[in-house]
């Protein structure tokens, strides 16, 4: 916030106003989700900035000429009022112009969000959800699928203007048995897919599925898109054109989420596999799953 006294504001800003979350996402910690810290029994779980804070960020963005991106994550931006505010006051000073990225989870509808949002042309709206099965509701805790669907279409329909309204998604032993329904989603509504597989906590990593059943997945994905080995380095522009489509008329976006899915279940195992393994079944057995017909085929025996 020193910078403020600097000659020349900043052009790019990213800001979280506090972690309140309507989630406790499995792989999620309790920086960026209060309900987490609650969980681990913290004194002080909301982490908020606090007034002179927030009118410190308004300073960066008011008389602003410079301004070029705005990225705003949480917590959840559509339940902080905070965020409303912020978009307003770009509003106010005929921002809209800039490039506003938003992360959500897709499971609130703020109708006073969506519209100051409609006021921005440059919108890139990222929605965070693993699969589109109900696998999905275990994995983020507090989602409910149906409801996740229903607000993608309204994202798409009430707001036009959005320069790129994609999903965002973390590869993972949770989702990948059911990976296929988010791509297939994709696919049949012509919406990107941007992900990196999880690699924290190490213990919900895909190398932790079994040998065999990652072997049957990746056969799997392979034929369902025709990935084959040659052709597993898709053309570059492909991944990064989002506007540019392969020949299946799947987005590029889409075959590099699945080819990274690919590549970590074809993935030597690590050295520490047995390890990981007892801290995967553990984790679902402390979050009674383990019998849950959806994960269970991904439970190792521990020897």
Request: charged residues 20%.
């Amino acid at each position: 916030m020193q910078k403020t006294h600097l000659n020349e504001l900043p052009k790019n800003i990213t800001v979280a106003f506090s972690n309140l979350c309507n989630s406790r996402c499995r792989m999620c910690n309790e920086e960026v989700s209060h309900l987490i810290a609650i969980d681990q029994g913290s004194k002080n779980p909301l982490i908020q900035l606090n007034s002179h804070q927030i009118d410190q960020i308004h300073e960066l963005i008011d008389k602003n000429d410079n301004l070029f991106y705005v990225e705003i994550t949480g917590g959840e931006p559509f339940l902080q009022q905070e965020v409303l505010q912020f978009l307003n006051r770009m509003v106010s000073n005929q921002q809209q112009h800039v490039r506003v990225n938003i992360h959500t989870n897709g499971t609130i509808w703020n109708q006073q969000l969506i519209d100051v949002l409609s006021n921005f042309s440059n919108l890139w709206l990222a929605i965070s959800i693993e699969t589109m099965h109900e696998s999905n509701n275990y994995i983020r805790l507090g989602s409910d699928i149906d409801q996740v669907r229903q607000i993608i279409t309204n994202f798409r329909s009430l707001l036009p203007r959005a320069k790129e309204i994609y999903l965002h998604c973390t590869p993972q032993a949770l989702s990948v048995m059911y990976i296929d329904t988010l791509f297939d989603y994709c696919i049949k509504h012509k919406i990107n897919l941007i992900g990196n597989p999880l690699y924290f906590p190490r213990h919900l990593d895909i190398d932790v599925v079994t040998p065999n059943l990652k072997k049957e997945l990746a056969q799997m994905l392979k034929q369902k898109y025709k990935i084959d080995p040659p052709s597993m380095d898709i053309n570059a522009d492909a991944v990064n054109n989002y506007e540019k489509y392969t020949s299946q008329d799947i987005p590029g976006s889409v075959i590099e989420v699945c080819r990274k899915t690919i590549q970590c279940l074809e993935h030597p195992e690590p050295h520490d596999i047995v390890e990981r393994r007892r801290l995967f079944h553990h984790a679902l057995k402390h979050w009674n799953l383990i019998d849950n017909k959806y994960f269970s085929r991904l439970l190792c025996t521990i020897t």
